[in-house]
């Protein structure tokens, strides 16, 4: 009997909360994120269920390990036509220049919001899987807030309990959803490429840019908005307050590389958190890394893809690697060997690599990246220097995060054409140079020794969060403060009056006494 009973309480406790996590197929790094997080709710102890979002066919490959997954049976031929833009970003973000206007990347971003926000309305137009999404009663939800969308699809269902997260880290506009003030003369935009240490011209750009992503994030919330009153006119959504309301807010920078940001009980700095496991090389890659005393690993993540880069791109990566014929360089690259590289013979090229397992090993130098949250979250968890090369959103921001950080450099993909003698220079510092490696090994070591385990913490919230939903003590009070009142422009005017009532009482008196003065004066020459 006992045997029985131990065993019940053990399948109570393996599923005790019902998690929905809404996860639109929008690009495979977003994809694998709330996948991963699904699967480490799963070995929680949790009943967790991915629902898949149709948007971007090309990540439909992209599938769980353990947890549960629903999706539609149907297409929407809408949204794949608007699947186009993934391809317009693939090709073009080689060449755009989207880090020198913000209007740029407030543009790709707010086209992309509108695609998410196509599928939102495709999914809550399916009747027969609302119907069956209701009929689960699901404790809690977890949304990527990049499409606040999926918050109005869970209030939808019923779900009155939810957490945020992001991929990366926090949008500007997010801070004062939350009570906090995101102060632009010290923490740069997240389409800023610069560093706290900003010039007059840095904060100048630094302020339109988080301007610009507040006109975006306005916009955006508005269009799901109206999109939810004529679909769901009893459901009564406000993207804006459901954001608010959400329980936590789970980013993906790690406090200890990245920027020092106004923080609040609610926001979780969690970067590093799905890191996964290393796993020993295989003998082809072992036998790579035994060639010559150095390698350097080269992967410019899912989207932005090595082999669309252009032919002036391709010699300038070629010169490079004339210059370092004692490096075994390792190209992710995802097509056939280029011809361009046939006799030479320190290159390998891979249509894949394992990452992680690579980046532990310490024979890897160094690491050229685009400078993706996930990827620069591996490099300082292993220690290992990291030339970023950004390409487009929030990768220029965080390569110069990483610089900041003293681990690693940056540059512009135009110096891979224009000043390639720059790029071959940064290559032997970084490589030569201990101080990086010094720096990454320390980062690492912090890294690995904080006093808190990410993963612990996490499910811990994760349990609050399903018990209690949004608790208010967690927030900061008055985050609807108006503007006159966040500037405390009535203090202001209040002390204006009082210096102003001051000086006119002094005045009076001044002008009182003078004449006091002046006629005493007179009445002592009458007498």
């Known amino acids: 009997m006992i045997l029985i009973l131990l065993i019940f309480s053990f399948v109570i406790s393996t599923f005790e909360y019902k998690i929905l996590v809404f996860n639109l197929l929008f690009a495979k790094s977003h994809v694998n994120y709330m996948n991963n997080l699904g699967d480490l709710l799963q070995e929680g102890g ?19 390990k353990i947890a549960n997954e629903i999706e539609s049976k149907y297409r929407n031929k809408e949204i794949d036509e608007k699947a186009k833009i993934m391809k317009i970003v693939e090709k073009g973000s080689w060449i755009s220049r989207n880090s020198e206007n913000p209007f740029n ?33 699901f404790d809690l939800g977890i949304v990527e807030a990049f499409f606040p969308c999926g918050l109005g699809v869970l209030k939808h269902i019923n779900i009155t309990k939810h957490i945020s997260v992001m991929s990366g880290a926090l949008f500007d506009p997010f801070y004062s959803r939350f009570g906090l003030s995101f102060y632009t003369m010290q923490i740069p935009s997240i389409a800023s490429p610069f560093t706290p240490q900003m010039s007059y011209k840095e904060r100048f750009y630094n302020f ?40 936590f807010f789970v980013s993906n920078d790690d406090p200890i590389v990245s920027y020092s940001t106004p923080q609040c009980p609610k926001i979780l700095r969690l970067g590093g958190l799905l890191i996964g496991k290393p796993k020993p090389l295989n003998n082809e890659f072992d036998k790579l890394l035994n060639i010559r005393e150095k390698n350097v690993i080269i992967s410019f993540g899912s989207i932005a893809k090595s082999c669309l880069m252009t032919d002036e791109m391709k010699l300038g990566m070629v010169k490079i690697f004339k210059s370092f014929p004692n490096i075994t360089f390792i190209w992710k ?25 690579l980046l532990n090993d310490p024979r890897v130098s160094l690491f050229v ?31 110069k995060m990483y610089e900041f950080a003293q681990i690693g450099k940056s540059i512009d993909k135009k110096d891979l054409v224009e000043n390639n003698d720059l790029i071959i220079s940064l290559f032997k510092e970084l490589l030569e140079d201990p101080k ?60 204006i009056l009082i210096i102003i009532l001051s000086i006119s009482v002094l005045y009076r008196m001044f002008c009182t006494m003078k004449f006091m003065f002046t006629y005493a004066k007179a009445h002592e020459k009458v007498e």
């Open 46 to 64: 949790h009943n967790v269920t991915i629902l898949r979002v149709p948007m971007n066919p090309d990540v439909e490959g992209s599938r769980t």
């Open 105 to 137: 990347f407030a543009f790709e971003l707010y086209e992309v919001t509108k695609w998410g926000t196509k599928a939102c309305e495709f999914t809550i137009n399916n009747s027969e899987l609302m119907e069956e999404l209701i009929n689960e009663k």
């Open 208 to 247: 339109f840019a988080y301007i610009t992503l507040e006109i975006t994030y306005y916009n955006h919330i508005s269009a799901g908005n109206n999109m939810f009153s004529k679909y769901t006119k009893t459901s009564n959504i406000d993207l804006d307050k459901e954001l608010i309301s959400s329980a």
């Open 333 to 357: 690259y995802e097509e056939d060997r280029p011809d361009i590289l046939n006799g030479i013979e320190n290159v390998v090229t891979s249509k894949w690599i394992p990452q992680v397992d």
């Open 369 to 399: 990246t685009h400078g993706g949250m996930n990827t620069l979250n591996e490099v300082a968890y292993f220690g290992v220097p990291v030339l970023t090369i950004p390409l487009f959103g929030d990768q220029p921001r965080n390569a």
């Open 436 to 495: 990086y490696k010094e720096n990454a090994i320390k980062i690492s070591t912090y890294i690995k020794n904080r006093p808190y385990d990410l993963k612990e913490v996490f499910l811990k919230h994760i349990d609050f969060a399903a018990k209690f939903g949004n608790v208010q003590q967690l927030g900061v009070y008055n985050e609807n403060m108006p503007f006159w009142k966040y500037l405390m422009l009535d203090v202001i005017a209040g002390i």
